[in-house]
């Protein structure tokens, strides 16, 4: 009998996620039915939605169940096959969970060419937070060459995709992000124009020195006081794609004071999550390769290594720690 | 020589509007050049985006400027014209301010028949505030019939076409208005469904109740505590037209809380100025104006008395003294 580890959420956070909230267990593989396979898991994508799951308030998508395998997505490869769309070796993307292995009928698994772009990218600039960039870039924002476009999180898997995504608009493309570091990779390698470093304490007069012109377009990932300082400097007609409040997800105050400049700017705000935009993921993910391929889209990625570490490994990504795409590497 | 009074605007707001922000002033009437018409206003209209114009804050136009004719519309008589497309007698709209009398190139006077529908009315549901309505419901709004439609400031000249409106569309309307003697008319007169008085202070429990499938579309003309309220009702791909603030006119908070609503019930907002879409207002009045002649689309007015009553009417207005569309009667 085949054993594998897997991880299950124990206890729901009360505020910030602690270690506690999660527990490591031996499970025995199910062995695959008519039309399924056995994936080995090679990479865990690491995303910060996973903290919206793991609490039992409304949200856009049902809670993560406890005692049962945390969500997410997975990276790895066909190690036995009852599905004649898949053989042993194909390597596939699915959502088989913070595991070491699983059992899928198929109907959520892609094969990838893990020849030509690793495989670890399909979970992060050639999966759902490169999608998520594409798609409040190019379906909500739309920025026209020469506009200003503001990211927050910029050097994370999703801004640095949407900054990137906006330098090839012809835009100018400011991010926010925590510490020096990170904003100097952010301008020196992503190619940004300028990165604040909300850190410094000085978010909102920075912000303005950076964006002479006014703000085009917003793509927000965090929320709270960033957000809040964004919206005084929008332009009319301003465009503001809501992707993320990272900010808040332990609880704490996102609250906005300059709403009146919605109005007054007549901006325009959409809350969404790319997983309902299932259509355009095969355009977008084909001009998305292509960049990748050329070299005109970068990434970068933090890696822990094996299951055991991927509680702390998401702590760390709530609390900014990662520096760019959180993966768990599982062989 | 001919005189006429106008209100100049004397002293910008800190705070809430005084009448000491006013001056009554008699000053001559020039002579009509080429092109131009002489109107005596019979109607002075008021609203609450004139208290925006008073401060110097960046705002979507510009500030009203000292010592002029406070902005306004107006509804009156051709009295002279150098205009070939105006006769003396026809009866007019315009922008003449907070005035008797009036000079004009026409180029902003449009001709209405007063024989039809009062002249009146074409300051409220024939007019600017009826094409809020009809834009922020038709263009942002889009509601299908059997989904909720909330909008607040219900009685007021805007909320009542939007909820009368709604229902024309089939949908469950909502409203929201300050004390008993408001909201009895806005149900028992407009047809709304329900409507919660704001000033009994049970207002997210009260709209809770009356919304027991949720809200599909937002019409905000307050903004504050009721708007923060709606929030968390809002159904997934809810629309938010956002079309005035006056909770917050005065300087007063209008932060929101409830933020992670837009995201995760993917929520889009829209603010907008109806004055900026006037391609729509031929179809939008030509829609209103059969409305109104089939007695499906009702109003009602509040009518103070001669020039000098305008700022009392106005600061009552911003206080919600009004009861739908304030006037102010000039002949």
Redesign the interface.
Known sequence: MTTYQRIVLASRPRGAVLPENFRIESVALSEPGAGEVVVRNHYLSLDPYMR?RMSEA???ASAQALDETMIGGTAGEVVASNNSRFAVGDMVVGMLGWAEMGVSDGALLRKVDAGRIPLSAYLGVLGMPGMTAWYGLNQIMRPKAGETVLVSAASGAVGSAVGQLAKLHGCRAIGIAGGPEKCVYVVDELGFDACIDYKAGTLAADLAAAAPDGIDALFENV?GAG?DAAL?LMN?FGRIA????IA?YNGA?????N??F????????????VT?HLDLWPQGLGELGALVADGKLKYRETVAQGLAAAPDAFIGLLNGRNFGKQLVKLT
Chains 1, 2 share one sequence.
């Open positions: 919206g409304k949200s856009y929320g957000f005084p009319p809501l992707c993320g409040l808040g105050d996102l609250a906005l004071r709403v009146r919605l109005l007054t700017s007549r901006l325009s705000l959409q809350g969404f999550i309902e």
